[in-house]
């Protein structure tokens, strides 16, 4: 945790900032890293945006904001709602299309909070973790896009260990993964695979660097390892784009 804690500070430091916007949307990654973000630089520092799409719920990202002693006034909730639905009409987007809709919803997250960040003279302080990157959750020029990552070299299992660290209440740690770009989504089910599962399988394949023909995980079968290994290797071209011939 202090780590982190001085990475944070350490990076603020370095660009001459000392403001921090944040999208908090109520779920375990965005608790930790406001939490972290909050403890580095002092609540009057962090500026949360709440990015509801319609009536998307808010009272639990609400209660992470409150928690963290955040001053009402550094506070914006923006409804997605209309800019979501003028993108979804003008480029003529079925709402059957949940991938491209959720496309536009997290890049119309992105421009929120890079335009609060503009205004304040601010980093914009991401919350992907490592599992979301190695497997390619997350949309490019989206949620996959910030300033800073604090949580990149941490697993979902280790966020949610850093969760209980930090005395969280249990239920930001209990609550399904999601990305909320649609009613019912989680992310696991979107998956196909749970994130025990997903960072047992790339602890090896990434840390460990073994061969895919000898991971193993206890109790769990090899088409989903399988599964696990072919979402990685899918989403690698997020990593590296965009390509250039220099």
């Not at 908090?24 to 609540?43: E, K, N």
């Not at 895919?212 to 997020?238: L, M, N, P, Y």
Request: aromatic share 6%; proline share 4%.
């Amino acid at each position: 945790m202090k780590k982190i804690v001085d990475f944070i500070k350490d990076t603020y430091d370095q660009a001459g900032k000392n403001k921090a916007v944040i999208a908090v949307s109520g779920g375990i990654d965005s608790a930790v890293s406001l939490t972290l973000l909050t403890q580095a630089l002092g609540p009057e520092a962090v500026f949360p945006l709440l990015l509801p799409y319609h009536d998307q719920e808010i009272a639990d990202s609400q209660e992470l904001v409150s928690l963290n002693q955040i001053p009402e006034e550094n506070i914006s909730i923006i409804n997605i709602g209309p800019v979501v639905d003028q993108f979804q009409q003008t480029l003529q987007v079925d709402s059957s299309d949940r991938m491209r809709l959720g496309n536009i919803m997290a890049r119309a997250r992105m421009i929120a909070v890079f335009d609060k960040a503009k205004n304040l003279d601010a980093l914009v302080c991401g919350t992907e973790n490592k599992s979301e990157h190695y497997l390619g959750y997350f949309t490019r020029y989206g949620d996959g896009a910030s300033d800073l990552e604090p949580l990149l070299g941490l697993y979902k299992t280790q966020v949610r260990a850093l969760a209980e660290e930090l005395h969280l209440p249990a239920k930001f740690l209990e609550k399904d993964p999601s990305a909320g770009l649609w009613q019912g989504q989680t992310d696991e089910q979107e998956l196909g695979f749970t994130y025990e599962i997903a960072d047992q399988v790339l602890t090896q394949l990434i840390d460990e660097k073994k061969p895919v023909v000898e991971i193993k995980v206890e109790g769990v079968d090899e088409s989903t390892i399988g599964r696990v290994i072919t979402r990685v290797k899918g989403t690698e071209f997020k990593h590296q784009v965009p390509y250039s011939n220099t």
